[in-house]
């Protein structure tokens, strides 16, 4: 079936240093899915942190990047430099493109940093 | 941004009993949804709504589900009766469309059931 797996956490990245969190697809049923990143910070509902559609096309927002990878069918997201309030729990999910009333999603990542 | 609003944020109830969790979506949006989370597991989608019916539901969805949203109102989550099993945090989302920027889902904060 269709599936998403991604780090298990919960990760602890220090403020100005480099993170990545792994995020593998399985799409057995879904051609060209689309791929997303959401994020849940303390307190809140879940928001989308960026998402892409078209397969070796990157997506960005808030400093964060990911880069849709059909090959590896990957998805990992990435920031240079983290700050203390990028503190979250993570989501890596897939959608079927313009049906996408159905979100499959990963276990989340909660991401702590130090200050 | 836009906000979804769940009522209550954590409802305890003895197994057998019905509850009802609420959901105030996006005052435009046209799509609804509930997600399922057990504790340490990921969240799985249980049923998408559009316009006064349930378009596609999961296996998750049992019979004892239903969902509604009488007169544009609140979109709800019915579990008659309830079982231990349902026990997780459910999440409320809402979309303006299902295809595009449209598509994008906005989520609630969502809301704890414990069925004792």
């Known amino acids: 079936g269709d599936s998403v797996t991604q780090t298990e956490g919960p990760v602890t990245v220090s403020e100005s240093e480099s993170l990545i969190i792994n995020c593998t697809y399985s799409?057995?049923?879904?051609?060209?899915?689309?791929l997303f990143w959401y994020v849940r910070y303390p307190g809140e509902g879940l928001q989308l942190l960026l998402k892409?559609?078209?397969?070796?096309q990157k997506g960005s927002s808030r400093g964060f990047e990911a880069t849709y990878n059909k090959e590896t069918t990957s998805f990992h997201l990435q920031k240079a430099s983290v700050q203390e309030s990028d503190s979250a729990v993570y989501y890596c999910?897939?959608?079927?493109?313009?049906?996408?009333?159905?979100?499959?999603f990963g276990q989340g990542t909660k991401l702590s940093i130090k200050p | 941004g836009p906000k979804v609003l769940q009522i209550p944020s954590h409802q305890i109830i003895d197994m057998g009993q019905m509850v009802t969790l609420n959901c105030d979506p996006v005052?435009?949006?046209?799509?609804f949804y509930w997600y399922k989370q057990i504790l340490g597991q990921q969240m799985e989608f249980l049923v998408n709504?559009?316009?006064?019916?349930?378009?596609?539901k999961s296996k998750l969805f049992k019979d004892q589900f239903s969902v509604e949203r009488p007169d544009g109102s609140y979109f709800t989550l019915k579990i008659q009766p309830t079982a231990l099993e349902d026990s997780a945090v459910y999440f409320c989302?809402?979309?303006f469309g299902l295809g595009g920027r449209r598509a994008e889902q906005f989520f609630g904060p969502g809301t704890r059931l414990t069925v004792l």
């Open positions: 989302a809402s979309s």
């Open positions: 799409a057995t049923s879904i051609a060209y899915p689309n």
């Open positions: 892409v559609i078209t397969a070796g």
């Open positions: 999910a897939l959608g079927v493109p313009y049906n996408q009333g159905k979100l499959i």
């Open positions: 005052s435009n949006h046209l799509y």
């Open positions: 709504f559009y316009n006064g019916k349930v378009m596609e």
